[in-house]
C-alpha cells in the first residue's frame, strides 16, 4: 500500500505556510463553539424540564407550580441548606454564590473598560478579531498598559474584600472559630470542648487512670472525661480475617464431608472411571505425605481461628491495646483553649525541657495536640494505624501522583504517543494525514467542531470523570483519620492536576510535563531551542492560550453545568435501587417511600424547608422533620456519619480550576471574566436546586469545624497570587522600559500577601452564654459511643 489516504478534496484551499487567513479562521471559530455548546445546553434543559423534572416530583408539574418550585429554591436561606442538606452543602453554595457576587464587578470592569481600550486603543498588527480583544492588541512599552496595571490593583482589592466577606458569611456553619468559640449559639457540640491528644502509649490500653491524672493534675477541676478508645485499625483487620477464615473453614468442612460420602456410597467400577478413581487415590496419598491434606490445613485453619478468637476476646474484655490516641473534654471552652496553646508552645520549646516520670510513661515527648474534629468526622477504623504504615501509604500515593502528573497527566499525552506510534508504524500514512488535517483546518464548521469543541469535550471528560476518580481511590489509600482530611487531600491532588493540565500544559502547547521540562533544559545545551522558550512570551502564544481557555470555559459553562443539571447519577442509582427491592414491601403504600412523595403537594419544597420559629429552639438540629421528602442513603460502616452521595472535593477542585483560570487571564483576555461569572452563576442555581430535590441525606450535622472550607479559601488566594505572578511576568517583557510596571506589580503582591485576613476573633460574650459542657451535653457523649467496639459481625456464638 503506497497510498494509505487519498488526497483531500480541495488541496488548493489550504494555504501551508499558516497565513493571516488561516489565524483568521482559526481564532474566528470561537463563535461556532458557542453555537455548539448552546445547542447542547439547550438539549440538557429540554431533557430537565420534560423528563427529569417527572423522575424528581413523580409528576411534571405545571407552569405555576414549577415557577412556584424554583422561586423556593432561589428564596431558601443558607440556614435552611445548612439545617437540610448539612453545613458542607451550605458552604458550598456560599463559596460558589461569593464567587459570583467577587466576578461580577470585576466581569463589568472588563466589559465596559478593559475591552474598549483593547479594541480601540491598541495599535499593533493583529489580523483575527479575538486578538483585537486581548492586551497583546496594546503595543509594547505603551502608556497604556498603566491602565491594565490600575485595573490589576483593583482586582486585588475587590478580592481580599470580597474574599474577606465570603469569610464573615461562613461563620454560622462553624461549630467554633478560630479561638474555639461557638460561632453560633444554637449550635450543639462536644467538640468545642475537646482535643484530641495523638502519641500516646498504646499499652495503655483502656485504661484512663493515668492519663486523666495527669490532666486533672495540670487542669485541676477542668477536667469532664478523659476518653481512650482501643486499637480500632487493628480490630477492624482482626474481624476481617476472622470471618474469612470462618468462612474457609466451613467451605473446607463441606468438601470433607462430601468426600466422605462419595467415598462411602462409590460402586466398584471398571474401565475409565477406575483409573481415575485410582489417580485420584495416588494424588490424595502424595498430598498426605507432603502434609497438604485438608484435614492438616483445616487443623491450621481451626488453630488460626482460635488464636482471632482469642484476640477478639480481649477486645471484649477490654484488656486490647490503646489506639495511641485520647479525647480530652473539658468543662468550659477557656481551659479547652488554654490547653491547645499550652502544648503548642511546649512543642516549640521542646529542646533543654525535661519530663516527670508520669510524662515519661505517657511518651509526652511524642504527643501532637489539637482541637478535636467532630464524631462524626472520624474514621473510627483507621484509629490505631502506626506512622510507618500512613507514611508508606502516603510515600507510595505521592509517588504515583509524580508519575502520573510526568507522563500521563493529559488525554494529550496519549494523543501525541499514538501521533508517535502511528509514524514509527507508516510515516507516509501519517504526512498524507497531516494534509487532510491541514484541509479540514480551512473548514470553520469542521475546525471548530474537530479542533475546539472536540479536544476540551474530551479533556473535560477526563478531568471531571476518570481523574477524579482515581485520585479520590487514591485518597482513600492514604487511610486519613478524618473524612475532612480525606476530602482536603483528594482536593489537593486534583487541584494540582487541574492546574498543570489546563494551566501550565495547555500554556505550553506540550502533551506531558515530561516534554515541557525537556525543552526547556534543551536551552542550555543549544542556543537553538531557546528560540521555542522565546515564543512563549509571543503575542501569538499568549492569543491561543486565552482563546484556548476561553473555549474551555465556554464548553464547561454551557455543557458541564448543563450536564450536573440532568443529574444522571443519582437517578440512575435510584432506578436501580427501586428494581431492587422486594415488589411485596409495595404492596403496604403506608411504609412505602414513593407513596408518600406522590400524595405530597406539588409546591412542597416550602413545607419542608424549615419555618423561621424553629430556629428559636436552642437544641434544634434539624433531624426529626415530619414529612420531609429525604432520600435516606445508608450509614457509611467505616464512619459514623450518612454517606455522601455529592463529591464535594470533585466540584471544589472544579471550580477553583475556573476561578483560577477567570483571574490569571482577566487582564490578558476580558471576553474570560464574563463567562467566568456566568459559570459560578449559573452553578449556584443549579447546585442549588440538586441539593434540595437530589442530593438531600437526612443526618448530616448543620454546623462543623470548617477545615475544608478553609482549605479552599486558601486556594482561592494563591489563585490570585498566580494572577498576580502572570502579570508581572508580562509586564517584565512587554512593560515599558524603565520596568516601573513590574516593580509595582511585584510590590502590589507583597502588600497582598501581608493584607490581614479577616479570621475568627475572641468573643467573650460567647463564653459567658456557654459556661461549661453540661449547657451541651444531654446523655452519652458521642466520642464515648463511637469508640466502643462493634461486635455486630460476630455473629457465629449467638
Given amino acids: 500500500m503506497n497510498h494509505s489516504l487519498s488526497p483531500p478534496p480541495s488541496p488548493a484551499s489550504f494555504d501551508g505556510g499558516g497565513g493571516a487567513e488561516d489565524d483568521a479562521a482559526w481564532y474566528g471559530n470561537i463563535q461556532y463553539l458557542i453555537n455548539i455548546s448552546a445547542i447542547g445546553a439547550s438539549c440538557c434543559v429540554f431533557i430537565f424540564l420534560f423528563v427529569k423534572l417527572r423522575s424528581d416530583h413523580h409528576r411534571i408539574p405545571g407552569p405555576t407550580a414549577l415557577a412556584a418550585k424554583l422561586l423556593a429554591v432561589w428564596h431558601s436561606t443558607r440556614r435552611e441548606i445548612a439545617h437540610h442538606c448539612g453545613a458542607d452543602a451550605a458552604q458550598f453554595l456560599l463559596i460558589e454564590g461569593g464567587s459570583f457576587a467577587l466576578l461580577l464587578p470585576i466581569a463589568a470592569l472588563s466589559v465596559f473598560v478593559m475591552l474598549p481600550l483593547n479594541l480601540y486603543a491598541g495599535t499593533a498588527l493583529l489580523h483575527d478579531q479575538f486578538s483585537k480583544t486581548t492586551i497583546n492588541n496594546i503595543e509594547k512599552g505603551s502608556a497604556l498598559l498603566w491602565v491594565h496595571f490600575l485595573f490589576v490593583l483593583v482586582v486585588v482589592v475587590l478580592v481580599h474584600f470580597g474574599m474577606s466577606a465570603i469569610e464573615e458569611r461562613l461563620k454560622f456553619t462553624r461549630f467554633r472559630d478560630g479561638n474555639g468559640n461557638l460561632s453560633d449559639p ?55 480475617e476472622l470471618v474469612s477464615v470462618r468462612d474457609q473453614i466451613s467451605r473446607l468442612v463441606a468438601r470433607i464431608d462430601s468426600q466422605v460420602f462419595h467415598g462411602e456410597t462409590e460402586d466398584v467400577e471398571n474401565g475409565w472411571g477406575s483409573v481415575v478413581r485410582k489417580g485420584k487415590v495416588l494424588w490424595s496419598r502424595i498430598r498426605e505425605m507432603l502434609g497438604f491434606t485438608d484435614e492438616e490445613r483445616l487443623r491450621k485453619l481451626q488453630e488460626l481461628r482460635a488464636d482471632l478468637e482469642t484476640e477478639l476476646a480481649a477486645y471484649k474484655e477490654g484488656r486490647a491495646l490503646g489506639a495511641g490516641v485520647a479525647f480530652v473534654i473539658f468543662k468550659d471552652v477557656y481551659t479547652t483553649n488554654k490547653a491547645v496553646q499550652d502544648f503548642q508552645n511546649e512543642k516549640k520549646r521542646r529542646f533543654g525541657k525535661f519530663f516527670s516520670i508520669m510524662e515519661l510513661r505517657l511518651q509526652r515527648n511524642q504527643w501532637k495536640v489539637e482541637r478535636a474534629p467532630l464524631a462524626t468526622d472520624i474514621y473510627w477504623n483507621h484509629l490505631g494505624s502506626t506512622k510507618l504504615q500512613l507514611k508508606l501509604r502516603r510515600g507510595f500515593v505521592n509517588t504515583c501522583l ?17 501521533k508517535s506510534a502511528g509514524r514509527i508504524i507508516n510515516a507516509e500514512a501519517m504526512d498524507n494525514a497531516q494534509v487532510w488535517l491541514a484541509w479540514v483546518q480551512s473548514s470553520s464548521w469542521l475546525a471548530s467542531l474537530i479542533f475546539q469543541f472536540l479536544p476540551n469535550v474530551i479533556i473535560f471528560v477526563s478531568m471531571y470523570i476518570v481523574i477524579p476518580s482515581a485520585l479520590s481511590y487514591l485518597s482513600k489509600f492514604e487511610r486519613h483519620l478524618t473524612v475532612s482530611g480525606e476530602q482536603r487531600a483528594a482536593l489537593l491532588k486534583m487541584v494540582c492536576f487541574f492546574l498543570v493540565n489546563l494551566i501550565l500544559l495547555r500554556g505550553l502547547v506540550e502533551s506531558s510535563l515530561e516534554s515541557a521540562i525537556l525543552s526547556m533544559g534543551r536551552c542550555y545545551l543549544d542556543g537553538e531551542d531557546c528560540k521555542r522558550i522565546e515564543q512563549y512570551m509571543s503575542a501569538s502564544f499568549l492569543t491561543r492560550s486565552c482563546l484556548s481557555s476561553l473555549a474551555f470555559l465556554i464548553t464547561s459553562t454551557f455543557l458541564g453545568i448543563s450536564f450536573d443539571l440532568l443529574a444522571p447519577i443519582p437517578w440512575i442509582k435510584r432506578k436501580i435501587q427501586k428494581f431492587r427491592k422486594n415488589d411485596m414491601l409495595q404492596l403496604v403504600p403506608e411504609q412505602s417511600e414513593e407513596y408518600l412523595l406522590e400524595h405530597q403537594e406539588i409546591d412542597g419544597l416550602r413545607r419542608p424547608l424549615m419555618p423561621e420559629s424553629m430556629y428559636d429552639s436552642p437544641r434544634f438540629n434539624g433531624d426529626d422533620l415530619p414529612g420531609q421528602d429525604l432520600y435516606v442513603y445508608p450509614i457509611n460502616r467505616t464512619s459514623a456519619a450518612p454517606k455522601q452521595s455529592f463529591d464535594f472535593a470533585q466540584y471544589y477542585a472544579f471550580n477553583l480550576t475556573i476561578f483560577a483560570l477567570t483571574m490569571i487571564y482577566s487582564s490578558f483576555a476580558p471576553l474570560v471574566v464574563p463567562v467566568g461569572a456566568v459559570y459560578f452563576g449559573y452553578r449556584y442555581v443549579v447546585d442549588k436546586y440538586n441539593f434540595l430535590f437530589v442530593y438531600r441525606v437526612r443526618g448530616f450535622p448543620a454546623g462543623n469545624d470548617g477545615r475544608l472550607m478553609d482549605t479552599v479559601l486558601s486556594i482561592m488566594r494563591f489563585c490570585v497570587d498566580l494572577f498576580l505572578l502572570s502579570m508581572l511576568l508580562f509586564f517584565s517583557v512587554q512593560g515599558d522600559s524603565t520596568k516601573l510596571q513590574a516593580i509595582f506589580t511585584l510590590g502590589l503582591s507583597v502588600m497582598y500577601k501581608l493584607l490581614p485576613s479577616r479570621n475568627d476573633g475572641f468573643h ?7 459556661q461549661t459542657v453540661d449547657n451541651v451535653v444531654d446523655g452519652a457523649i458521642d466520642y464515648e459511643v463511637f469508640s466502643q467496639p462493634k461486635f455486630d459481625w460476630d455473629t457465629y456464638h449467638t
Fill in 764 to 770: 467573650p460574650a460567647l463564653l459567658e452564654g456557654i
Fill in 402 to 418: 509524580l508519575l502520573m502528573l510526568l507522563f500521563f497527566s493529559s488525554p494529550l499525552a496519549v494523543i501525541s504517543a499514538v
Fill in 186 to 240: 444554637s449550635a450543639n457540640s462536644t467538640a468545642i470542648f475537646t482535643i484530641m491528644v495523638q502519641g500516646l502509649p498504646k499499652t495503655l490500653g483502656d485504661d484512663r487512670t493515668l492519663l486523666q491524672e495527669y490532666f486533672q493534675y495540670r487542669y485541676p477541676g477542668k477536667v469532664y472525661r478523659v476518653i481512650v478508645p482501643m486499637d480500632l485499625c487493628a480490630l477492624d483487620d482482626l474481624a476481617t
